[in-house]
Nanobody, 123 residues
């Protein structure tokens, strides 16, 4: 059974940093593409960042390029999202997701989801 558990969310001021973690279990983590999505109140889900299974290719949304850094530790079955220079518009629930095919080019490839962790950035 696939389980994805996010942690590391919280409240920070503009310009602050947070690091999100996603601990995975129940599937061969190293064979899956992994990513982060977010959903702000009243808005649709936004595809934030993702790695291929070997992290040889990484996607970042334009809205976070240069501020967010994605990494994964396949020995710990954990995905990380380092978020720097946070802005109020980054406020959202952040979800970890897994792609069983390893493909990451489309959000629809992600077929397992965590429960989410809240990130709030105040001005």
């Amino acid at each position: 059974q696939v389980q994805l558990v996010e942690s590391g969310g919280g409240s920070v001021q503009t310009g602050g940093s947070l690091r999100l973690s996603c601990t995975a279990s129940g599937f061969p983590f190293a064979k899956y593409g992994m990513g982060w999505f977010r959903q702000a109140p009243g808005k649709g889900r936004e595809y934030v960042a993702a790695h291929t299974r070997t992290a040889d290719r990484t996607f970042y949304a334009d809205s976070v390029k240069g501020r967010f850094t994605l990494s994964r530790d396949n020995t710990k079955n954990t995905l990380y999202l380092q978020m720097d220079s946070l802005k109020p518009e980054d406020t959202a629930v952040y979800y970890c997701a897994a792609s069983s095919t390893g493909l990451i080019s489309l959000a629809s490839y992600f077929d397992s989801w965590g429960q989410g962790t809240q990130v709030t950035v105040s001005s």
